[in-house]
């Protein structure tokens, strides 16, 4: 990690439709920021861009959701329960931040477990639901 990145855009994978890809790439972006304000030990950065991240993630996950039920992807139920499960462990990490700044807790999830989450979620999900949806939207 020599430039405090958790991953590179490199490292996550396209998917069908360039709006998603481009909604990942910004998520990245707020979270390698965020680690480089871990790294240098900014709270009010820190601060900062954990709401910022959560807002990004909310709105992420509300479009994608309403895609899924727009044209009707048959595994929606298992993508959005995914969605709400990530939101959930994001939220508690982004409340325990604001209520006792526990930097190791909060380093743990943003270079640890976040990067495989994300990376397997796109990997799976999203280029299943991605494929299916730019179908629809091709046939309209």
Not at 61 to 83: I, L, T, V, W
Request: proline share 2%; aromatic share 8%; glycine share 2%.
């Amino acid at each position: 990690m020599h430039n405090n990145n958790v991953l590179e855009n490199e490292q996550i994978p396209l998917v069908a439709m360039d709006a998603m890809n481009e909604v990942h790439r910004e998520e990245l972006d707020i979270v390698n920021q965020l680690n480089a304000a871990i790294f240098e030990n900014n709270l009010e950065g820190i601060t900062s861009l954990c709401a910022q991240w959560l807002d990004h993630t909310i709105a992420h996950f509300n479009r994608e959701n309403m895609m899924m039920d727009k044209y009707a992807f048959p595994a929606s139920h298992c993508h959005q329960g995914e969605h709400s499960q990530a939101l959930q462990e994001l939220e508690l990490i982004v409340t325990s931040w604001q209520d006792i700044q526990d930097l190791d807790k909060l380093t743990t999830y943003v270079r640890d477990v976040w990067p495989k989450w994300y990376v397997n979620h796109i990997s799976t999900m999203d280029t299943v639901t991605s494929a299916y949806i730019k179908q629809c939207v091709e046939r309209e």
